[in-house]
């Protein structure tokens, strides 16, 4: 049995050399999809060559399903309410970075290229089909920082919406710019043709997405156990990614219509699912991104070329910040809109690199200088920027969410259970039963409570016990001894606690495991002293109003 070393490299120390790599670069405050490509990078083209560009491409249908992934996550952040409120904003920013971005690419481009090849129509083509890949945003890594640092407000919102839109807005521009691109260079072009199939890449793809949505949002209707909710899910999603591929559609645009039409369709059962998919998709992740950096394998190139990768770089840059604040502006955005939207742009991908390798097939054959064809130009173009931008775009996004004061915002309630510890919920407003209080008197401590459990303490306030109120109702029956028997005459000895320090999580599961809904506090083991109680109502409480909180909480 013949296996191919390269992609037994991929999957054996892809996932924990990318987790091990990520766990590096979290320490130095950088986000974890960095070290990812970073673990890429050692072991493909660029590094040690132990994974080739030959074992890549035979995991195409890998990425096809990780991209596939991706853009159903990212459908799933998009609600028709927030489109309804903030679509104007949306569409005036998408369009001013998209441009802009294409403008100050496509005219820096051209200079440089007219300086080389002193042609004036080559020098234009190659800066419109550089300026048309320029505009296009990574969703992949851009929504990977979001959920690494649960982001959640308008400009989380805003970056989701604009990065899913961006590849269509990327694909139309360039149709278009690879059309004229021809034309300029001496080739012959059907126009109709070109605008008939960009029309089918984009409203095919969302036509096949939005009724892949609507069969699942039938089929959760009638599914409830979780595997055969995320297997009907998973086998869905394949089918229309080989679609796709079959159709010469989009994928990230098919599969996030199916992810809107979902949670549009079903915000409450699909919850479950988005869930269950993202828990599935990290590993899933971490090998897509680790095949990015395995991919970027840069040749050597001539200095000019450097320069046009420079000028590609901060030209894009400056095309996403300024025109992001221009479009914020002009629709009355809030001010962390305008400020932050452009940073969280920078990031770019798989979508640059496929509409690269397209461009480089319709223009293979235009020789530019030393050697090198047109396609070649655009390919190591890309493939260099690329390199460079996946660098710098996770870590402004990064930045952009935490100037915004978004970080943290979107958790969930195991995420501050695992982050609070017994202190954060004691209610140590409670006064303990004294062991030689009157059984009279321990009846009225309890009618003054809420609490079905009272802890008994000694002269030295060490817990001794408990006094639960169903074990009282057996000797209430009996007014008589209520006047001799004292607390510690009834009092069970104390089997279930926690201290002050104590994780929440191992509290909460004690409480669990035990099938109580309150729990006495002790202070630390060496003193056994009284702290509190803790209550599983006021726990519920306490989190879901620090998440509220946390979610209400406006910063400008």
């Known amino acids: 049995m013949n296996l191919n070393s390269g992609i037994l490299l991929i999957f054996g120390i892809g996932v924990f050399g990318g987790i091990m790599s990520a766990v590096l670069v979290r320490r130095l405050s950088i986000p974890q999809v960095l070290g990812y490509i970073v673990a890429g990078i050692i072991i493909g083209e660029t590094g040690f060559k132990l994974v080739t560009q030959a074992d890549i491409v035979r995991l195409r249908s890998f990425n096809f399903f990780a991209l596939g992934i991706i853009g159903f996550l990212v459908g799933s952040e998009?609600?028709?309410?927030?489109?309804?409120?903030?679509?104007?904003?949306?569409?005036?920013?998408?369009?001013?970075?998209?441009?802009?971005?294409?403008?100050?690419?496509?005219?820096?481009?051209?200079?440089?290229?007219?300086?080389v090849t002193h042609s004036i129509p080559i020098a234009?083509?190659?800066?419109?089909?550089f300026g048309a890949i320029s505009s296009a945003t990574d969703p992949a890594s851009t929504i990977d920082v979001l959920w690494e640092y649960r982001t959640a407000g308008i400009l989380t919102t805003t970056i989701i919406a604009i990065v899913a839109l961006d590849d269509a807005l990327a694909m139309t521009l360039y149709g278009l710019g690879t059309s004229i691109a021809q034309v300029l260079s001496g080739g012959a072009v059907n126009i109709a043709r070109i605008f008939m199939s960009i029309s089918v890449e984009i409203f095919g793809s969302v036509l096949l997405g939005v009724v892949a949505g609507l069969i699942l949002n039938f089929l959760l209707h009638r599914l409830y156990r979780q595997e055969q909710i995320l297997a009907t899910a998973i086998s869905l999603l394949l089918l229309n990614i080989w679609l796709a591929v079959i159709w010469d559609m989009d994928i990230i645009l098919l599969t996030m219509a199916m992810g809107i039409t979902v949670v549009n369709m079903a915000p409450k059962r699909s919850k479950h699912l988005i869930n269950l998919m993202k828990s599935f998709s990290t590993p899933l992740y971490v090998l897509f991104f680790v095949l990015v950096g395995a991919r970027l394998g840069i040749k050597s190139m001539p200095g000019w070329l450097w320069a046009i990768v420079v000028i590609y770089v901060i030209g894009r840059s400056a095309g996403k910040m300024a025109g992001a604040y221009i479009g914020a502006r002009i629709s009355n955005a809030v001010p962390v809109v305008r400020k932050?939207?452009?940073?969280?742009?920078?990031?770019?991908?798989?979508?640059?690199?496929?509409?690269?390798?397209?461009?480089?097939?319709?223009?293979?054959?235009?020789?530019?200088?030393?050697?090198?064809?047109?396609?070649?130009?655009?390919?190591?173009?890309?493939?260099?920027?690329?390199?460079?931008?996946?660098?710098?775009g996770p870590t402004s996004v990064k930045l952009a969410v935490k100037w915004a004061g978004e970080i943290g915002k979107d958790m969930t309630e195991e995420d501050v259970i695992q982050s609070w510890h017994v202190k954060d919920v004691l209610e140590n407003h409670i006064k303990p039963i004294k062991d030689s209080m009157l059984l009279r008197d321990v009846v009225i401590a309890f009618s003054a409570s809420d609490y079905l459990y009272q802890p008994v303490v000694n002269q030295d306030d060490e817990v001794i016990g408990v006094l639960s109120f169903n074990e009282l109702r057996n000797i209430l029956s009996d007014p008589d001894v209520w006047n001799w028997l004292?607390?510690?005459?009834?009092?069970?000895?104390?089997?279930?606690?926690?201290?002050v320090d104590d994780p929440l999580e191992k509290a909460i599961k004690l409480m669990n495991q035990t099938d109580t809904q309150q729990i006495p506090v002790l202070t630390k083991a060496d003193e056994n002293k009284f702290a509190g109680n803790l209550e599983l109502k006021n726990i519920n409480k306490k989190i879901n109003q620090h998440i509220l909180l946390a979610k209400s909480t406006d910063h400008d």
């Open 124 to 129: 234009i083509a190659t800066g419109i089909v």
């Open 486 to 499: 004292v607390a510690s005459d009834v009092v069970t000895p104390i089997s279930d606690y926690v201290y």
């Open 340 to 392: 932050y939207t452009g940073l969280g742009l920078f990031a770019q991908g798989g979508v640059a690199i496929g509409l690269s390798i397209m461009a480089s097939q319709h223009l293979h054959d235009i020789a530019v200088a030393d050697g090198l064809f047109l396609g070649d130009v655009i390919i190591f173009g890309i493939t260099a920027t690329t390199f460079i931008v996946q660098i710098i």
């Open 78 to 115: 998009i609600h028709f309410t927030t489109l309804k409120k903030f679509g104007k904003q949306f569409s005036a920013i998408l369009l001013a970075e998209g441009i802009l971005a294409f403008s100050l690419v496509g005219a820096g481009v051209t200079i440089m290229m007219w300086f």
